[in-house]
């Protein structure tokens, strides 16, 4: 029951926090959301360069919380993942698009059904920005 707890609140904080970078995405800053990313990650015991450089089981080892997968680590990753790929160059781009998009399948239903939205909105525009490379970013310029 304690984790259960635990889960939504991250959850919940979670749902917030991809708000606000979906704000700060929707202008111009996508260093903004990057930066709030990285608050809401080191709040979480989350260290995103790790996200960025890991792969398969390491990965996984480092978006679980007593052994389990961990949900609201697995939406700051893939939003992370997201930004990173906005912010790079084609190919690594699409790769990190792919990812990112890899990562928000994975986190499955929640029990916030705002955060269950706004995880089906991005893993909409994911999908298309995986099948159509190089689609311009939300603040207008190519990723």
């Not at 480092?62 to 790079?88: C, F, M, N, Q, S």
């Amino acid at each position: 029951m304690e984790r259960r707890d635990y889960l939504l609140r991250m959850l919940e904080e979670m749902g917030r926090v991809l708000a606000r970078v979906r704000a700060l995405l929707s202008g111009p800053s996508v260093t903004a959301a990057a930066q709030e990313l990285e608050a809401a990650a080191s709040h979480a015991g989350l260290a995103l360069p790790l996200v960025r450089a890991l792969a398969g089981d390491g990965l996984a080892a480092v978006l679980t919380t007593a052994g389990r997968p961990d949900p609201a680590k697995h939406l700051l990753a893939a939003e992370y993942l997201y930004v990173e790929a906005l912010r790079a160059a084609p190919p690594e781009d699409a790769a990190l698009f792919g990812r990112a998009l890899d990562l928000y399948r994975r986190i499955g239903p929640v029990a916030d059904a705002a955060v269950q939205a706004a995880v089906a909105d991005r893993i909409a525009d994911l999908e298309r920005r995986v099948a159509t490379p190089h689609t311009p970013s939300p603040g207008g310029t190519s990723p």
